[in-house]
C-alpha cells in the first residue's frame, strides 16, 4: 500500500560520495586522471597494435578489442560521475538511467566474453602450438570478435526493456555513480520479482560459464606447464599469461562478489568500492598489465615515436 502513495519520478539524483566539499574536489581530480590516463593507455594500445606488423597477432587483435572496450565502458560511467562532483545535485532522466544501465552491462558482458577467448587463445599457444596458427586464423578472430561484441549486446537487451515498462517512485536517490540495477529495483513502485529474477539468471549464467570455461582453459595450461622438464621454460610460458590471469582474478572476482546473488537484500556501500574497482580501475590497469609492461610493445612504441620524429 505504501508503494502506491509514493510519487512516480522521472529523474534520479545520485548521491554524492561524500559531504566534505574538500574530500569532493580531490575525489574529483583523482577521478579524473584515472580517466584520462586509463583513455590514453587505450587509446595507445589500438593505435601501437593497428600501425606495428609485429603485432598483428591473435593475442593483441584480443587486446586491442578490449582496449575498445574499456575506452567505451568508461566514457558510460565516469564522465557522469566527475559532474556529479562539481554540482549541488547530478541528476539523471529514468530514461537516460536505462540506457545507461543497458551500456554498462552490455559493454562489461563484451569484456568478460574477450577474457574467455583470449583463456582460449592462451590454452591453444600452450597446449596446442604446432596447430595455433591454423586455428587461430585471422578469420577465426574476427569472427570470435564479433561473436562477443554481439552476444555483449545481447544479453542485458531482455532485462533492459522490462526495466522500461517499470514505474519509479520516490525516494528517487540512487546510491551508487552508475545506474546499477540493484538501485533501480529499489526505487520501483511495480512489482520486480519478474526482471530480478531474469537479470539473475542472464548474470548468474553469463558469468560463471565465463569463469568455468576460463578454468578449463587454465587446468589445462597448468597441467601442460608442470609437464615441462626445464624451469625456465615452465617460467617462460607461465609469464606469457601472468598478466592476463592477473586481469581475469581482479575482474571476474568483482562481478561475481556484485552480480551473482539477489541484488535487492544487500544494500552495502562496499557496492560502490567494488564496483569502482571493475568499472574505473580495471581499464587503467589493463594497458599496463597486459601490454605497457610487454617487450614486443615497448619496442613497438619506441618505433614508432622514433618514425614520428623522423
Known amino acids: 500500500m505504501e508503494r502506491h502513495n509514493r510519487t512516480v519520478t522521472a529523474l534520479f539524483i545520485f548521491l554524492r560520495f561524500t559531504c566534505q566539499q ?46 575498445v572496450v574499456e575506452i567505451w565502458y568508461t566514457t558510460v560511467t565516469v564522465p557522469k560521475t566527475l559532474a556529479s562532483f562539481l554540482v549541488e545535485k547530478s541528476m539523471i532522466s529514468v530514461s537516460s ?32 602450438p ?24 545481447t544479453c542485458p ?53 565465463a569463469v568455468l570455461f576460463t578454468m578449463a582453459s587454465y587446468v589445462q595450461i597448468i597441467v601442460t606447464i608442470l609437464r615441462m622438464s626445464s624451469a625456465a621454460a615452465q617460467q617462460k610460458t607461465f609469464s606469457t599469461c601472468a598478466a592476463h590471469l592477473s586481469v581475469v582474478s581482479i575482474y571476474f572476482g568483482t562481478l561475481i562478489f556484485m552480480y551473482v546473488r539477489p541484488a535487492v537484500k544487500y544494500e552495502s556501500n562496499a557496492n560502490v568500492v567494488v564496483s569502482v574497482f571493475y568499472s ?19 619496442e613497438a612504441l619506441k618505433k614508432t615515436f622514433l618514425r614520428g620524429k623522423e
Open 97 to 128: 538511467c536505462i540506457v545507461q544501465y543497458y551500456f554498462c552491462f552490455a559493454l562489461a558482458g563484451i569484456e568478460l566474453f574477450l577474457l574467455t577467448v583470449m583463456a582460449y587463445d592462451r590454452y591453444l599457444a600452450i597446449c596446442n
Open 157 to 209: 537487451m531482455f532485462p533492459s526493456i522490462m526495466l522500461v515498462k517499470i514505474s519509479f517512485c520516490t525516494p528517487f536517490r540512487i546510491n551508487h555513480f552508475f545506474c546499477d540495477a540493484d538501485q533501480l529495483f529499489r526505487l520501483s513502485c511495480s512489482d520486480t520479482y519478474a526482471i530480478q529474477g531474469v537479470g539473475y539468471a542472464v548474470s548468474t549464467v553469463v558469468i560463471m560459464s
Open 22 to 67: 574538500q574530500l569532493q574536489v580531490v575525489l574529483f581530480i583523482l577521478f579524473l586522471s584515472i580517466y584520462l590516463s586509463s583513455l590514453m593507455g587505450n587509446v595507445l594500445i589500438v593505435v601501437i597494435v593497428l600501425v606495428d606488423s609485429r603485432l598483428q597477432t591473435p593475442m593483441y587483435f584480443f587486446i586491442c578489442n578490449l582496449s
Open 130 to 153: 604446432l596447430r595455433y596458427s591454423t586455428i587461430m586464423s585471422p578469420r577465426t578472430c574476427q569472427s570470435l570478435a564479433v561473436v562477443c561484441w554481439l552476444m555483449g549486446f
Open 280 to 298: 574505473i580501475l580495471t581499464p587503467l590497469l589493463n594497458p599496463i598489465i597486459y601490454t605497457l609492461r610487454n617487450k614486443d610493445v615497448k
